[in-house]
């Protein structure tokens, strides 16, 4: 996608900070750095977001992010890691390249996600989970 901020920096046409690359994904570092070592993990190909993954791009994203969180803790030593990743507007995606954060935590540090919890009756799970299960492959 030629005007697409994430392709660009994939394409080496625009700086980043790589971290770590195989033939699937592209690790770089986020510019806005939540915390220090605040990491991104790209898919090569252009994809929007989640729903446009195939499985393979999928599994890489998986792999990738697994080992890059383990050399973030081991190098930077943060107190957790939050994974991060956002699909449309509504869920503040603002970079329609599909990507994970790797977001370093420490006590107090000022990240925040509220989390309003409805803890419905059971017929209200079993509903839901039936409707999704049936669009299952
Ligand atoms: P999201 O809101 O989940 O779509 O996250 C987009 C992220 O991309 C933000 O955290 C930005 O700081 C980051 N970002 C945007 N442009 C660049 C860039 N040129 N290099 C590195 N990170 C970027
Ligand atoms: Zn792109």
Redesign the pocket.
Known sequence: MSDC?FCK?IAGQ?P?TRVHEDEHTLA?????Q?NPGHV?VTVKKHADNLYALDDVQAAAVARTSARLARAIRDSLKPEGLSV???NGKAA?????HY?V?LVPRHEADGMELTWPVKNPPREKLEDCAGKIRAKMG
Do not use: R
């Open positions: 901020v920096i625009i980043a770089f570092m986020d510019i806005g939540v991104l991060y990743q956002a503040g995606q603002t970079v329609f990507h954060h």
